[in-house]
Every structure is written in C-alpha cells, then in structure tokens.
C-alpha cells in the first residue's frame, strides 16, 4: 500500500532541502564554509588552453641503444668473446666480432631463455631484432620492444607533465594518454599559456660537470653555450651529479648578493658524490647544465658536505620559482613537441553556458507544459519532482566538485527526459489500474509496483552504458557519462520517493473523489 511512515517523510524533506542548499552555493561568490564548494566548470565553458604534446623518443632510443653497448660488452665479456666498433646510427646499434663467434653471438639472441633476451618469457617476443651480415650485426627494437619502450617514456612524460601542472595549482586540468606518443592536456581557466607552454617544452634535465680546459680528458668533453650569452666553455662529459639525486628546490633570495637564487637539497647518496667532487675540485669551475645549457659556472672554494646549494644565474623570482618547480618535479625522459594548440576565451566558454542553459530552460519548459497538459495535477507532481530532482544532481556534482563540460549539461538534459519517461510509464499504468479497481490507493499502489520493473530495467540498462562511456570514454565524453550517471540514481529517488510522496498527499486528502488521470 502506498504509505509513508513521518520519519520517511522527515528524512526525504531533509534531503531534498539538504541538496537544495548545496545547490545554490554555485550561486553566491562566498568564501563561508557553508558556500566553500562549486561545480567546476570544464575548459569549452570557462574557456583556457588545449595543448597536444608528441614524445620525441629519438634521445630515449639512442640512451637504450648507448646502454645496451655496455650490456652487451659484460654480457660477452663472461663468455670470452670481444666485441668490436659499436656505432649509432639511425635508431640502430652496429657491432661486430671474430669470424669464429659469429654463429655463438647470434645463437645468444635467438635464445628464447638467454638473460639477454629479458622480454621473451612476458612478451613471447624479443626485445631486439638482429641482422647479421659479413661478421657484421646491426640490432633495432622488435615491434614489440619498440611499443613498450614508448609505454614506459609516454608513463613517465605523463606522471611529470602531471606533477609539473600540479605545482602551478590549475584547477581541474584533464591529462590524457593518446595512442602511444602523444598526450593531451586541458587547462580550464588558464591564465598565461605561455608559462605552461615553456614548462612543458623543458626536458629539465639537470647534470653537475666540470668545466675543463684538458682536450685529452679520459670521459671525453665537449663545448656547451652558456644560456644567456654567446659564450661556450669545454666542460667534461663525466656527470658528476644529476637531477635524480635532488630532494628539494626552491627559489631563495641571497641576502649577500641580493639576487634570486635557487636552493637545492641532495639525498644521501647525492651529498656524498658533491662532497667528494668539490673536495678533490677546489679552484675548478663546477658547471651546472640544463638540457644542454649552461645556467653557471661557478668556481668551487670549499668542500660542500652539507648535500644543499644554490644556482645563481640572474634568476628574476619568476624565472627562479620556474627552475625549481622543474627540478622539483623530474626531467621528462624525452623532449616534448607540442602539435596542436588551441585556446578558448572566456566569452566563448560564456556562450556556450548560455546556449546550454537557454537549451535547458526550453526543454524544462516544453517538458513542464506537456506534463501538465497531459496528466493535470499529477503532471505538476511530476514538475515538482523534476525540480527537486534538479537540484539534486546539481548538489551531488558540488559535493565532488565536479567539472561540468558542454556534454555534461546535455546528460542533464537528457536526465529530464528519463524522468519524464518514468512518470508517463508509471501514470499510464495507474491508468490501467483505475478501469479495474475501485480503491484509489490500491490503483496508485498497483501502478507504481507494476511499472517498477520496466523503470529500472530502462534506467539500469542506461547506467551500465554511462558507467563504459565513463571508464573507456575521455574528456568530454566522461563528463557526460558522469552527469548522466549521477542523475539516473536521482531520477529514481525523484520519482519513487518524492513524487510518490506528493501523490500520496494528494491522494489521501481527496480519498472520497473519483480520480482519474
């Protein structure tokens, strides 16, 4: 029977009024911590910036390559085998060996159980595809070795990308993998692209060398130009320290030279290797590179055991706070190429808020009149009902600070319809009922039991589609899915609580009329 307990009643009125009052938080400029939660809105409303980033793996396959030579070298080396004139040349690795081990080396790389073959127990595929030719062998990535060597660089470029943005403080930024080379990022409400363009566009890596003036030194050298001159000095290739041994940076006034600085703090093994080097350095020039520049060279007077320091280099603060949040957040294992840029002004993320909202405000309208045309006062019940239910999907969006996109208002406006679509399967089986039965309240009763079925199977079916759209979908087609979700539950509320209720108000205060709908 259609019955409602005063504690149900209380409780569904505290709900609808708890999510009215969170709703309308999104209409008031307020920092009170009543007010302190807003739907975010996504980058085609609030306008910023869409940048689409390709990984430059050339440098990733050349270290792979570079590394392999040494890998190669001690593997062999165990065996008694020399090899001879490693070369890099276009993404391939050329070596070759005696006469006599030509047929144990290539044997080594078509063993499917050979430590030199890590990938073929997971992959079933080797790492490395090997031609040999006049003693001669050239290896190149597998296909496979090649698709997971730019995983792992497309992962790692995602993670610094993501921590680079983090530090800047955008509100709701969407970084998404594409294809296995490429990443996009949303920047809603960004401010100054050209700040994130130039973080992103920085490989940010970071190497301690001495400069050297001695041609025959045993690491090799080379000449490097300083950043901000035309100047070059020939430092040594031997790294003494890189970014990875940094725990700390950040941007510091010298109260001494007053000139912006920035102070780095080492991890233990870091401050160990920079004691040592400036020890053993003192009166040489330490050079300090970033992807291939000098930032400074300063000339070493002291042992720094302490495992911090600073960079000086005619830092402004902005430029200063910029380097340390690179240091901060890692080199990226390969450069970044931006292919697709693309900004959306404020005005126009403006227009399209109010073409989804004059989009709304017809469809609600056209939906309300019909209703009541339709059903009478049960059409407006069921407006009631749309209402509220509105202002739940809203309240539960603000709760999670979720960001609404141009698709979202659209998945708001298709929850309308299945709202709609609920009442009319329920009203028109009430219809039903009332030819045959005599009690009002077992009519109503019957008809909302008996529609239950078709309802939830309807709204189900709809959420196991919004829940793949969600997990397998991106961008804008999440945000959809996800308005559309979190409305199919607040449909359902809506509909067998809320207008259920009022219809069993209605319903008890006129027990004595014959009602038809």
């Given at each position: 029977m259609l019955y409602f307990s005063k504690l149900r009643i209380i409780c569904i009125t505290l709900i609808s009024l708890f999510f009215i009052f969170i709703s309308s938080s999104n209409l008031f400029n307020s920092n009170n911590f009543l007010f302190?939660?807003?739907?975010?809105?996504?980058?085609d409303l609030q306008g910023g910036s869409y940048l689409l980033l390709e990984i430059d793996n050339t440098p990733v396959i050349e270290q792979k390559l570079q590394n392999q030579i040494i890998s190669?070298?001690?593997?062999?080396k165990e065996q008694k085998i020399r090899l001879n004139n490693f070369k890099i040349t276009d993404q391939s690795l050329s070596f070759s060996v005696k006469k006599e081990f030509k047929e144990v080396v290539l044997n080594e790389f078509q063993n499917e159980e050979s430590s030199i073959n890590p990938y073929y127990p997971r992959f079933k595929s080797h790492q490395f595809d090997i031609i040999e030719k006049d003693n001669n062998f050239i290896i190149n990535f597998s296909r496979q070795g090649l698709v997971e060597l730019k995983t792992s660089s497309q992962d790692q470029a995602l993670e610094i990308v993501r921590r680079r943005i983090d530090e800047i403080g955008t509100n709701e930024p969407n970084i998404l993998k594409r294809g296995n080379d490429r990443i996009l990022v949303e920047l809603p409400g960004l401010d100054d692209p050209m700040r994130i363009k130039s973080l992103l566009g920085k490989t940010a890596n970071l190497t301690f060398r001495f400069v050297t003036n001695n041609n025959e030194d045993s690491f090799g050298s080379e000449k490097l130009r300083y950043e901000d001159t035309n100047e070059e000095a020939n430092v040594s290739k031997r790294i003494i320290l890189s970014g990875e041994n940094l725990l700390d940076a950040q941007p510091r006034m010298n109260s001494e030279t007053n000139e912006t600085v920035v102070s780095f703090t080492l991890d233990r093994v870091g401050a160990k290797r920079f004691g040592k080097a400036t020890s053993t350095g003192i009166g040489k020039q330490l050079a300090i590179v970033l992807d291939g520049k000098i930032i400074s060279a300063p000339v070493i007077r002291d042992t720094i055991a302490s495992g911090s320091g600073q960079i000086s280099g005619g830092f402004t603060f902005q430029s200063a706070t910029d380097l340390a949040l690179l240091l901060r957040s890692g080199a990226l294992p390969a450069p970044l190429n931006i292919i697709e840029e693309r900004t959306v002004g404020p005005d126009l993320g403006q227009d399209s808020i109010n073409a989804g909202i004059i989009a709304l405000i017809i469809g609600f309208v056209l939906v309300i009149f019909f209703i009541i045309f339709k059903y009478k006062i049960f059409g407006l019940i069921t407006n009631i009902a749309l209402i509220i239910n509105l202002f739940l999907l809203v309240g539960i969006l603000t709760i999670f600070e979720a960001t609404l996109t141009l698709p979202g208002i659209a998945g708001i406006i298709l929850t309308v319809g299945m709202a709609v679509d609920a009442n009319v399967l329920i009203f028109e089986r009430i219809k039903e009922e009332l030819k045959n039965e005599k009690n009002n309240l077992i009519a109503f009763d019957s008809g909302y039991t008996k529609s239950r079925t078709a309802i939830l199977d309807a709204n189900i079916t709809t959420l196991l589609a919004a829940i793949i759209l969600f997990f397998m979908?991106?961008?804008?087609?999440?945000?959809?899915?996800?308005?559309?979700?979190?409305?199919?539950?607040?449909?359902?509320?809506?509909?067998?609580?809320?207008?259920?209720?009022?219809?069993?108000?209605?319903?008890?205060?006129?027990?004595?009329?014959d009602i038809r709908i």
């Open positions: 302190d939660k807003k739907i975010n809105l996504g980058l190669l070298r001690n593997y062999f979908g991106s961008g804008p087609i999440k945000g959809f899915s996800l308005t559309l979700g979190i409305g199919i539950f607040t449909t359902l509320f809506s509909v067998y609580f809320i207008a259920r209720l009022l219809t069993v108000i209605y319903i008890s205060r006129n027990k004595e009329r």
